[in-house]
C-alpha cells in the first residue's frame, strides 16, 4: 500500500497512529538537527520532521530531497509545538521513520507555490506543473463540482444525457467552422460542431423529451479573455414548453448550483427585455451589481447652440455619486479612457454637482445653471456627484457609455467578485441588418422562432420581429443563452428565406432539418450555459483559461503540445491537400 492517508487529512485526532504518506517534496528546511519536509499532494501539505538525534542516516536521505521529488514517507503522528494556524494539518507532523524515494525531479522552472515567480508562457508550457499549484487546482475542482451537480440536477428532472457527433457538416451561419479534411473521401471536409443545435433539436422529434449534454464546442474565432477556440457547453433542451418552463427549470439549476457549491441562496432573477437592456445599460449583459442607469437627456441639450448636441442623435448621461471632487487629471483619464479606439467616443462632456450646489461643467458656455439643474435633476444626481455624458448615433454611444458605465463600477469598487448578480434578458430582436453584406442574420441562430404576434412582420419589417430568446446574464458576464425553437418546416423555410437563402442553398444545407420537421417535431426549446464562463464567475476569474485544464494561448496555441504544427508529406497527401505558399 502507498499511503494510509492523504496529506491534508490528518489531524489531532489521529495522535499516536502509524501512518504512510506519499507526495511531492513542496520544501525542505534545516533548523538545528532537524529537517523539516513540507510533502503536498491535492488534498493538503503535512509536515513530516526528520530528527538528527533520532535516525543520522535517515536525516542524511533527507537532506539530499529536491523539490518536487516524489516520495514515500513512514512515520508517527505527533502533536506540534509550533502550531501552524494557516494549515489545516497544522496541528500535526509526521516523525519519519523511514523514506523512500520514488521518483527524483528535475528542478521545476517555477516554484509550485500560491504564488509562483513563473510567467505565464512558461507556466503554460509546464501545464501539468501549473496545475500542481492549490490556486489553479482548485479552480478544476470548482469546475468538477459544478459539472457534477449540473448533471445530478438534470438527472433528477429526468434529463437524459446523449452524445452527438463531433464530425459534423459545417454550415454557413454562425461563427467560421475549424474543418477537417476527409482522406476517404477526396476533397471533402468536416467541421467540428459550433454547437450540437441541429442534433439536440432532431433528438427532440426522436423522442427524447428531455436532453443535456455537457459537450465540447468549436468555434474559429478572433480569442478574448472570454473566448477560447474549443470551450464547453452545458447544452439542453427539452419538448413540450415555452419560454416560461425554461427560464424557470434553468433558473432553478443556476440557484441550485450557487446552493450547492458556494452556499449561496440567490433570489429570484429580475427580467430585463432586450430594449430596455439597451436603454438602460446599453449592453444585453449588463452587470447589475450596481446602478448607475443611463439617463437620456437629449431634449434638454438641444437648441442652446452647441452644434455637438444638437446634430447628435442621441445624448445620455450617467451619474457617478460622490465623484464631483474629480481632480482635473482623473476627468482627463477618463476621457483618454472614451477616446481609445476600442471605444470611439469623440469626448466627454461632465457636469460637478459640487457639494455646495453650484453646477459647473465642461459646456458652461453653452449651458447656463439652469440648464445643467436640469440635467441633473433628471439623472436624480446630489450635490457631491458627478454626471458624464456622451452624444452621437444612438447604439454607438449607448456601448460607449455602457464601457464608460463599467469602468466607473470598477473605479468606485461595485463591481465585488464575491457579489452575484444574475438575470434574464428576455425579448431579443430575431434578426440583425449587417451594414456591410446587406442581409439580415439572426441573432441568435436561424432555428429560433419569431413571437407570434409578429409573424407578420417578417415580410414588412424583419428588424421589428422579437424572438422567443433569452440569456441568463450574472455580473455583466453572458453565461446561457437559448430560445424556443421554430418546429413548422414552412416557417423555419421562410426564416431561411429572410436570411436571403434561396429554396435550393436551405434545401442543400438544412434540408434534413426541415424534412425531419414533417414527421411529428413536438414544440420544443433549450438553452446552452458556456460551462467555462459559468466556473470563471464562481471562482471569480479574469480570464476562463485558468479554469479550464489545458487552454490555448492568445493566439490559439497550444504551448506544450506545440499545436498547430505542421504535418508530413505523407499525411498531407493521404488527405488529398497541397499546400500553397503566396
Ligand atoms: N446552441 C445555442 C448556442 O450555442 C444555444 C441554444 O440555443 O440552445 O448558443
Known amino acids: 500500500m502507498y499511503r494510509t492517508n492523504s496529506c491534508g487529512e490528518l489531524r ?22 532537524m529537517i523539516f519536509v513540507d510533502l503536498r499532494d491535492r488534498y493538503g501539505i503535512t509536515q513530516i520532521v526528520f530528527n538528527q538525534e533520532i535516525n543520522t542516516q535517515l536525516c542524511d536521505q533527507a537532506i539530499k530531497l529536491g523539490r518536487e521529488w516524489v516520495v514515500q514517507v513512514k512515520g508517527k503522528v505527533t502533536e506540534r509545538s509550533n502550531k501552524n494556524p494557516n494549515l489545516p494539518t497544522g496541528d500535526i507532523e509526521i516523525i519519519a521513520a523511514e523514506l523512500i524515494v520514488l521518483n527524483p525531479s528535475d528542478t521545476p522552472p517555477f516554484t509550485i507555490e500560491e504564488d509562483t515567480d513563473g510567467g505565464d508562457d512558461l507556466r503554460m508550457k509546464y501545464r501539468y506543473l501549473d496545475l500542481r499549484r492549490t490556486a489553479v487546482r482548485s479552480n478544476l475542482e470548482l469546475r468538477h463540482q459544478m459539472a457534477f451537480a449540473a448533471r445530478s440536477y438534470l438527472n433528477e428532472r429526468k434529463f437524459m444525457e446523449v452524445e452527438t457527433p463531433v464530425l459534423v457538416g459545417s454550415t454557413p451561419e454562425g461563427a467560421r467552422d475549424f474543418i477537417v479534411p476527409s482522406r476517404m473521401n477526396p476533397g471533402q471536409f468536416y467541421a467540428l460542431p459550433q454547437s450540437p443545435q441541429l442534433f439536440k433539436q432532431l433528438l427532440m422529434v426522436s ?25 464547453t457547453q452545458i447544452d439542453c433542451e427539452m419538448s413540450f414548453v415555452e419560454q416560461e418552463d425554461i427560464l424557470n427549470l434553468f433558473e432553478g439549476l443556476t440557484k ?81 479612457f472614451v477616446k481609445r479606439p476600442q471605444i470611439g467616443a469623440k469626448g466627454l462632456i461632465y457636469v460637478r454637482y459640487d457639494a455646495d450646489g453650484s453646477l459647473k461643467s465642461s459646456v458652461d458656455k453653452f449651458y447656463s445653471a439652469d440648464d445643467l439643474q436640469k440635467w441633473t435633476d433628471r439623472a436624480k444626481a446630489k450635490p457631491g456627484d458627478l454626471l458624464l455624458v456622451l452624444c452621437g448615433e444612438t447604439e454607438k454611444t449607448q456601448k460607449q457609455l455602457s464601457e464608460l458605465r463599467l ?38 441562430h436561424p432555428f429560433t422562432s419569431p413571437k ?63 424534412n425531419a420537421f414533417k414527421y411529428g417535431a413536438p414544440p420544443h426549446g ?57
Open 12 to 33: 489531532l485526532a489521529h495522535l499516536n497512529q502509524e501512518v504512510t504518506l506519499a507526495g511531492w517534496v513542496q520544501k525542505t528546511r534545516k533548523f538545528g538537527g
Open 207 to 231: 423522442g427524447f423529451d428531455r436532453y443535456f449534454q455537457i459537450v465540447k464546442c468549436y468555434r474559429d474565432e478572433d480569442l478574448r479573455a472570454d473566448r477560447q477556440p474549443e470551450f
Open 256 to 336: 441550485y448550483l450557487f446552493k450547492t457549491v458556494k452556499g449561496i441562496d440567490i433570489p429570484d432573477f429580475p427580467r430585463l427585455s432586450y430594449a430596455d437592456a439597451m436603454k438602460r445599460y446599453g449592453s444585453d449583459k449588463p452587470d447589475t451589481r450596481f446602478g448607475m442607469p443611463f439617463v437620456e437627456i437629449k431634449d434638454l441639450t438641444t437648441g442652446k447652440g452647441f452644434g455637438v448636441f444638437d446634430s447628435a442623435e442621441y445624448a445620455g448621461a450617467i451619474c457617478a455619486a460622490g465623484c464631483a471632487s474629480y481632480t482635473r487629471k482623473q476627468l482627463d483619464e477618463l476621457t483618454d
Open 407 to 444: 469602468e466607473m463600477g470598477a473605479r468606485l469598487g461595485l463591481r465585488n467578485k464575491d457579489q452575484f448578480n444574475c438575470l434574464w434578458i428576455t425579448d431579443f430582436p430575431l434578426l440583425e441588418y449587417d451594414d456591410e453584406l446587406k442581409r439580415y442574420f439572426a441573432k441568435h
Open 452 to 514: 407570434p404576434e409578429d409573424i407578420s412582420l417578417l415580410e414588412t419589417s424583419p428588424e421589428r420581429v422579437r424572438a422567443n430568446a433569452y440569456d441568463m446574464v450574472i455580473n455583466g458576464v453572458e453565461i446561457g443563452g437559448g430560445s424556443i425553437r421554430i418546429h413548422n418546416s414552412e416557417l423555419q423555410k421562410k426564416m431561411f428565406s429572410v436570411l436571403g437563402f434561396s429554396d435550393e442553398q436551405a434545401q442543400a444545407q438544412f434540408g434534413f432539418l426541415m
Open 526 to 582: 433549450g438553452i446552452a450555459f458556456g460551462l467555462d464562463r459559468f466556473v470563471s464567475v464562481f471562482a471569480g476569474l479574469d480570464s476562463i483559461r485558468d479554469c479550464i485544464a489545458f487552454p490555448k494561448n492568445n493566439s490559439g496555441r497550444d504551448v506544450m503540445f506545440d499545436a498547430p504544427s505542421a504535418v508530413s508529406q505523407e499525411q498531407l497527401d493521404e488527405l488529398h491537400l497541397k499546400i500553397v505558399r503566396s
